[in-house]
């Protein structure tokens, strides 16, 4: 599974399953380059330090 954050067009986060690992959550930057990656173990948990880290709101992801 594979979820994404699109703000004015451009991506700026995705959560990625790794099965058996966890959740990675990924930001980018306004070029597009990652700049943070972080593990968690629930896709709950991405969506939280998503939302306190960067001001993502947890309803404002899309399946990719």
Not at 5 to 12: M, S
Not at 34 to 43: K, N, P, V, Y
Request: one cysteine or more; aromatic letters at 10%; a negative charge.
């Amino acid at each position: 599974m594979k979820i994404q954050y699109i703000e004015k067009e451009k991506l700026k986060a995705t959560i990625e399953e790794d099965i058996g690992i966890g959740f990675y959550l990924y930001i980018y930057d306004e070029k597009g380059n990652c700049i943070a990656d972080h593990l968690q173990d629930s896709l709950d948990i991405a969506k939280s330090q998503a939302e306190e880290e960067y001001c993502i709101p947890q309803n404002s992801w899309t399946l990719c």
